[in-house]
T-cell receptor
Framework: DAGVIQSPRHEVTEMGQEVTLRCKPI?????LFWYRQTMMRGLELLIY????????DSGMPEDRFSAKMPNASFSTLKIQPSEPRDSAVYFC?????????????FGDGTRLSIL | DAKTTQPNSMESNEEEPVHLPCNHS???????IHWYRQLPSQGPEYVIH?????VNNRMASLAIAEDRKSSTLILHRATLRDAAVYYC????????????WGLGTSLAVNP
């Protein structure tokens, strides 16, 4: 069975450019999570969707970050304009149900470097 | 938000059991205890979870203290592939509370 698929795996771009990260959750899962991981702050939840609706976006750093889930099989995380401090590994995860007692399944991540 | 406390690092020898501790003294009655691990250059991977009773699966066992203020992840026979960062996390069913991921325990396995 296909797991969570993220693209691209690596992205290097210059400050000020728009960055779009993509995620395909596991088929049948109705919850989707975007995380960011850095050495300094560890793993942080950015936003959580349930049934394609954003439920908790309190972790989104600022207005430069936006996330969409137009359908059950696709989500994007966009940064515009990007800054060097956005450099991190971004993970997408999906699960059956919300935070509760359902395991989250993670993709392999997108390693983002902003020069 | 309920938090967990784990040792920064632990070391084990291959084919020996490993007991990874986690303290969660402020756990609430509806909080599940989850364990994930993250191998180098990979996303976190679900290991096991439980509420009150001890749990076993093909990867590990979870021992939960009677007062639920602590738990222990047990790897019965460590292999080199078990070297990873292990995270102990609380989540509450029916409550859209953000999961708090600490820094976890970095497990080294010696051949």
């Amino acid at each position: 069975d296909a797991g969570v698929i993220q693209s691209p795996r690596h992205e290097v771009t210059e400050m000020g450019q728009e960055v779009t990260l993509r995620c395909k959750p596991i088929s049948g899962h109705n919850s989707l999570f975007w995380y960011r991981q850095t050495m300094m702050r560890g793993l942080e939840l950015l936003i959580y969707f349930n049934n394609n609706v954003p439920i908790d976006d309190s972790g989104m750093p600022e207005d430069r970050f936006s996330a969409k889930m137009p359908n059950a099989s696709f989500s994007t995380l966009k940064i515009q304009p990007s800054e060097p401090r956005d450099s991190a590994v971004y993970f997408c995860a999906s699960s059956l149900g919300g935070y509760g007692n359902q395991p989250q399944h993670f993709g392999d991540g997108t390693r983002l470097s902003i020069l | 938000d309920a938090k967990t406390t784990q040792p920064n690092s632990m070391e084990s020898n291959e084919e020996e059991p490993v007991h990874l501790p986690c303290n969660h003294s402020t756990i609430s009655g509806t909080d599940y205890i989850h364990w994930y691990r993250q191998l180098p250059s990979q996303g976190p991977e679900y290991v096991i979870h439980g509420l009150t009773s001890n749990v076993n699966n093909r990867m590990a066992s979870l021992a939960i203290a009677e007062d639920r203020k602590s738990s222990t992840l047990i790897l019965h026979r460590a292999t080199l592939r078990d070297a990873a960062v292990y995270y102990c996390i609380l989540s509450s069913a029916g409550n859209n509370r953000k999961l708090i991921w600490g820094l976890g325990t970095s497990l080294a396995v010696n051949p």
